[in-house]
């Protein structure tokens, strides 16, 4: 009995030592932000196309995330993308929207999910997501005379310099219509992310607070 008690207090203080880690959640941030007004991208305009990939399978996870196929945007962002798609029908073109607002936690799990070479495909949980603040938003291009998605010059999600903005070996149409979405957001106060042509921010993120809250 005397020999155990070295065991047991060696197996008390690992479990105090566990139960004393603080539980991980969203980086404490400090001043002043903007009440959070997301709203449902559908609803303020029905023709704006959805393919929410991280409800599905379909997704370099290979299984899904979220529990609802579903966009958001704070009000602002979502306001200055309804502009751009309608603005896009003058050409022939609709947005089709893979994600809006995201919340923090499934941003840990895509980065935990990713290799250490690919990281930089994917925002770091320890300072956040635009996608966590509702100002992002990952979309394409479909032809309206088709319904279907135009092809660019990589796959939505694809971690390859082929989803660079400024990647110059492609098509010329798939440039060109990468290039006609890039400046149709950019004209509403969307910034194409650096290492992906479909992720925009909208120009107001620094004033909304990164959020975990489901939907």
Not at 115 to 131: C, I, L, N, Q, T
Not at 154 to 169: K, Q, V
């Amino acid at each position: 009995m005397i020999a155990s008690v070295p065991k047991a207090a060696a197996l008390c203080g690992a479990l105090l030592a566990v139960a004393f880690v603080p539980a991980q959640g969203p980086p404490k941030e400090a001043g002043t932000f903007r009440q959070p007004d997301l709203v449902e991208l559908v609803k303020l305009d029905p023709t704006i196309k959805l393919d929410i990939r991280y409800a599905t399978k379909n997704n370099f996870l290979g299984r899904p995330v979220y529990k609802q196929a579903r966009a958001f945007l704070q009000r602002p962002a979502a306001e200055a993308l309804v502009r751009v798609h309608q603005a896009l029908k003058a050409q022939g073109f609709g947005l089709l929207v893979f994600d809006g607002y995201r919340p923090w936690r499934v941003t840990k799990i895509l980065w935990d999910s990713t290799p250490k070479e690919k990281k930089s495909f994917v925002a770091d949980p320890a300072v956040g997501s635009r996608h966590n603040r509702g100002c992002a938003v990952d979309l394409t291009l479909f032809d309206l005379n088709t319904g279907r998605a135009v092809k660019m010059p990589s796959e939505y999600d694809e971690m390859t310099e082929r989803s660079y903005p400024d990647y110059a070996c492609s098509t010329p149409e798939a440039t060109r219509l990468r290039d006609l979405l890039i400046a149709a957001m950019r004209a509403e106060g969307f910034t194409v992310f650096q290492t992906e042509w479909w992720h925009f921010d909208f120009k107001d993120w620094k004033e909304y607070a990164i959020l975990d809250l489901d939907f």
